[in-house]
C-alpha cells in the first residue's frame, strides 16, 4: 500500500502522530510517498519533524487559528477574519492538494486534520480514498460526553471536523478508551511514538510544560516569582528566542524538540500543559500527574476528558500549587496503557482494510508460495 500523507501542521501533536504512523506502515511493508504539511506566517514546521520521517516533505499554506493579542488563547473572530482574506491563496493550496494526489501514484490518503484536504475532496473529488485521522472526530462520536458549556463553540468544532473530513472513507477517532463503532467513526487507541515505549521513568524534582502559545509564559513566570525553589523547564514555540532560555538556575524555556521533550517528561514529578491531546496521552502513558490549563475549545474538551479518566485536573492558569497537591495522591491507569500497546494492530487492521485488491491477492501468492 502506497499511502499520502496530509498533516495540519499546527502544534505538536498531528505531526508526532504523522512519524509514528509512518514508521508503523514502513516497518508492515507499506510505503509513504509524500508528506504534505499545511504552514502559516505565525507557525514554523520544527526541525523534529524532518529528521523523524523518511518521506519527502512539502508544504502548503493552510488557515491557522491566531491567538488573541496577548498571545494565550485563540481569538475566533481574529481568526476568521484573517483566514477570509488569504482565500485564493487557499484555493491555490487546494489545486496542489489535488495535484500531488493524482501524481504521486498513492492508494490512499491520510488525512491528520487538514482542513484544505476535506475541501479538496468536496471541490475536485480524486478517486484515491481518503481516511481521517485524529482525536477531535470522537466529538462527533454519539456516545460520547462533551462539557456542558459553550455549546456554540462545541457546535463550530464539530462543524469544522465535519468539513475536515468531507467524502471520507471513515474517521479514526483517537481515543483515552476504547469505544464502539459510530457510522463512519472508528474508536483507536493514541498513536504514540516509538521513543515513548523507550523511556526510563524516574521521579525527579522538576515539573515539565508545554505551552501552545507563548502568552502564557508571563503567568508561569509570575508563579515561578512566588515559588523560586521548585524547578520549571518547559517547552514553547517563541522561535525568535534561543534554544534554550535560562530565565535563571530553576526556570528554563526550551525550544520545541520531541527527543529532549520526552527524556524530561520521563524524568519528571509532574506534568502542566494546554492540554493537547498527544501529550496529555505521553504523560498518562509515562504515569505523570497532570496540570491542563486549555488554550481553546478543543483543548477542553480534550482536558474534560482526561479527567473523567483520572489522568489530572483542569485550571485557567498555570497555578501550578494545585498541580503539587495533586501530585500527592495520583495514581497510573493501567488500562490506558494496555489500550496504548494495542494501538499497532488496532491501526494496522483499520488501514489494511484499503489495500487495492490486486495487491491484496499478490500478497496472498507470495504468503503461499513461502
Known amino acids: 500500500m502506497k499511502a499520502l500523507f496530509i498533516v495540519q501542521g499546527e502544534g505538536r501533536g498531528h505531526l508526532t502522530q504523522a512519524i509514528s504512523l509512518e514508521k ?60 477570509i482574506l488569504r482565500l485564493p491563496e487557499y484555493v491555490e493550496s487546494m489545486c496542489y492538494i489535488n495535484q500531488r494526489i493524482q501524481e504521486s501514484g498513492a492508494d490512499i ?22 481516511i481521517c485521522l485524529g482525536h477531535q472526530y470522537l466529538f462527533l462520536h454519539k456516545d460520547f460526553e462533551l462539557p456542558k458549556q459553550n455549546r456554540c463553540s462545541l457546535f463550530l468544532m464539530n462543524v ?5 473530513s468531507l467524502r471520507a472513507k471513515c474517521r479514526l477517532a483517537l481515543s483515552f478508551r476504547s469505544m464502539p463503532k459510530d457510522g463512519k467513526t472508528h474508536v483507536v487507541p ?32 509570575q508563579w515561578h516569582n512566588e515559588h523560586p525553589e521548585v524547578p ?11 534554544p534554550v532560555k535560562k530565565v535563571d538556575d530553576t526556570l528554563s524555556f526550551y525550544q520545541l524538540d520531541d527527543v529532549e521533550f520526552l527524556r524530561q517528561m520521563a524524568g519528571c514529578k509532574a506534568y502542566a500543559s494546554t492540554a493537547g491531546f498527544e501529550s496529555v496521552c505521553e504523560a498518562m502513558y509515562l504515569g505523570k500527574p ?14 474534560f476528558d482526561a479527567v473523567k479518566n483520572g489522568a489530572g485536573i483542569v485550571s ?18 493501567p488500562d490506558f496503557v494496555r489500550w496504548v500497546q494495542s ?23 507470495v504468503e503461499e508460495f513461502v
Request: proline share 6%.
Open 24 to 83: 508503523l506502515l514502513r516497518d508492515n511493508g507499506h510505503e509513504v510517498v509524500e508528506i504534505l504539511v499545511g504552514k502559516s506566517e505565525t507557525r514554523r514546521l520544527p526541525g523534529f519533524f524532518h529528521r523523524s520521517v523518511h518521506a519527502p516533505v512539502k508544504q502548503f499554506l493552510s488557515p491557522n487559528f491566531l491567538p488573541s493579542r496577548a498571545k494565550t488563547y485563540m481569538n475566533l473572530p481574529r481568526s476568521v477574519f484573517y483566514n
Open 109 to 130: 490518503v491520510i488525512n491528520f486534520y487538514e482542513l484544505l484536504t476535506g475541501l479538496t475532496y468536496f471541490f475536485f473529488r480524486p478517486s484515491v480514498p481518503q
Open 160 to 164: 469544522f471536523s465535519r468539513l475536515t
Open 190 to 221: 493514541p498513536l504514540l511514538r516509538e521513543d515513548v515505549f523507550t523511556q526510563e521513568v524516574s521521579s525527579g524534582n522538576y515539573i515539565h510544560g508545554y505551552m501552545l502559545n507563548v502568552g502564557f509564559a508571563e503567568n508561569v513566570c
Open 232 to 242: 520549571l523547564r518547559f517547552f514553547w514555540d517563541s522561535w525568535g528566542e534561543e
Open 290 to 303: 497532570l496540570l491542563m490549563v486549555p488554550a481553546h475549545i478543543e483543548q477542553e474538551c480534550n482536558a
Open 316 to 333: 485557567t492558569d498555570f497555578n501550578l500549587d494545585h498541580l503539587l497537591a495533586f501530585a500527592e495522591n495520583y495514581r497510573p491507569n
Open 343 to 365: 494501538s499497532r494492530y488496532v491501526m494496522l487492521d483499520e488501514l489494511e482494510q484499503f489495500i487495492p485488491q490486486n495487491q491484496i491477492h499478490h500478497m496472498y501468492m
